[in-house]
């Protein structure tokens, strides 16, 4: 099945600096890539995504590129603000044509704190 | 339109103990999953189905059952409740690749 492996565990940078989390995959069948902001005690929400079809993808700060010979992934996050401090988690999965498929293969996360 | 729910929002059972963790959505989608998430571990796939009368099993499926007699209701049972399912569940609907997360149950067992 599907591995996904995500680094780093913990990310501290100062506000208003670039954050980059990296995940790869095992799978080479994998389509689909999303990225989850998930705040503490709340469910997890998407931020992100992109299919295997485009190389990268940007709404405002935040940035998604797809590297699909070497199956990594990254999320770019410009200008950090205190509250893009949160737990991230990449995730990955082999969609059908309706979506759903098996369900997604998650990384274990990245607490991202943003330094005032 | 309520989205993903789910009940109870806390339960603590007793080691051995049965129940069953309820998740329903009103968005008429096909696709539901139910993730447990552990602390340093992410989320981690137990069950999904494609459709009512359809399940199958995902990554840790062990000691939980699941079954979809409709749509909007995709429950999960654990019949003998064991310390190691202490965690927070999460159920999902999928249409077209987005997964919608429900709020969460955070079960304690002891």
């Known amino acids: 099945g599907e591995n996904v492996e995500q680094h780093p565990s913990t990310l501290s940078v100062q506000e208003g600096d670039s954050a980059v989390i990296k995940c790869t995959y095992s799978?080479?069948?994998?389509?689909?890539f999303p990225w989850y902001k998930q705040e503490l005690g709340k469910r997890p929400q998407l931020i992100i995504d992109?299919?295997?079809?485009?190389g990268e993808k940007k709404d405002q700060r935040i940035a998604v590129t797809l590297n699909k010979t070497a199956k990594h992934f990254s999320l770019h996050i410009t200008e950090t603000q205190p509250e893009d401090s949160a737990v991230y988690f990449c995730?990955?999965?082999?969609?059908?044509?309706?979506?759903?498929?098996?369900?997604?293969?998650f990384g274990k996360g990245t607490h991202l704190i943003i330094q005032p | 339109n309520a989205g993903v729910t789910q009940t109870p929002k806390f339960q603590v059972l007793k080691t051995g103990q049965s129940m069953t963790l309820q998740c329903a959505q009103d968005m008429n989608h096909e696709y539901m999953s139910w993730y447990r998430q552990d602390p340093g571990m992410g989320l981690r796939l137990i069950h999904y189905s494609v459709g009512a009368g359809i399940t199958d099993q995902g990554e840790v499926p062990n000691g939980y059952n699941v079954s979809r007699s409709t749509t909007e209701d995709f429950p999960l049972r654990l019949l003998s409740a064991a310390p190691s399912q202490t965690s927070v569940y999460f159920c999902?609907?999928?249409?077209?690749?987005?997964?919608?997360f429900g709020p969460g149950t955070r079960l304690t067992v002891t």
């Open positions: 995730a990955a999965k082999v969609g059908d044509s309706g979506g759903g498929a098996d369900g997604l293969t």
């Open positions: 999902a609907s999928t249409h077209s690749y987005e997964q919608y």
């Open positions: 799978d080479s069948a994998s389509n689909y």
């Open positions: 992109i299919r295997s079809n485009v």
